[in-house]
């Protein structure tokens, strides 16, 4: 894939300070204590906020990210799941760039320019695919695999429009294009999925940006493939019988 717009760590950084770019990570956490030492520090240097939504972790986790990161913002998760800990950080989130970035180290933060750099040449979402030519992963099973591969041709069939990588986490977008997506109720992994739709149901502007997913660092995945699947698929339909309601009712659906 060729890219017309800023893709190294340089490049992104003078471009984010030449144009008053602000920059915001958020990091959901659950017991990733072992994780953020390595995480952490790999965060771009031009990042301006960097926050912590934690899901009440016993290990630790609040406390070493503190003393990696003085500057680090903590938010306390309100619900259960990922998706909850997602929106509580967007309603934190002060950037105009808002970036989400795993803390088992499966994403690297090496990659956030390419993310960034999506955004400054003028998209309005950059979605992180494994499946495109230059991504690949080197953690997903033959299950997940299958899975992300089914709910891809459910959400091609039910919304049009052209998907790779459905279901993974690693992805950026302005901060006020978050007002045009309904969020509400997607609170596990279902909300990488339901974020995705609801991005091409508005009509936003989306690049997608060939990202490697590494194996966990430490500790074990808060993921459970069939379970969160049927989650996926479930908020899928659900998200597409609203949109025939509003259509019938001339609504355009409930912004977040």
Known sequence: ???????????VAHHVSIK??????????????ANLPIVLPRIPGWVHELILVDGNSADGTVEVAKRLRPDVIVVPQDRPG??????????????DIVVT?????????????????????????????RFAQGGTSEDITVI???????LELVAKLLFGGHFTDLCYGYNAFW??????????????FEIEAVMQVEALK?????CEVPSVELPRISGHSKLHAVRDGFRILGAMIAHRMRKRRNARTGRTGNPS
């Open 20 to 33: 008053g770019v602000k920059v915001s990570v958020i990091v959901p956490t659950k017991s990733e204590a």
């Open 144 to 150: 997940r695999r299958l899975g992300n591969w089914f």
């Open 1 to 11: 894939m060729n890219f017309a717009f800023p893709s190294d760590a340089t490049s």
């Open 175 to 188: 901060r006020d294009k978050l007002a045009v997506l309904d969020l509400e109720g997607a609170d596990g």
């Open 202 to 206: 508005a009509g936003l502007n989306i």
């Open 101 to 129: 970035l795993d803390a088992d180290g499966s994403a690297d933060p090496g990659e956030m320019p390419l993310f960034v750099g999506a955004l400054l040449a003028g998209h309005d979402v950059a979605k992180g695919t």
């Open 82 to 95: 990922k998706g909850a800990a997602l929106r509580c950080g967007f309603a934190a989130a002060r950037g």
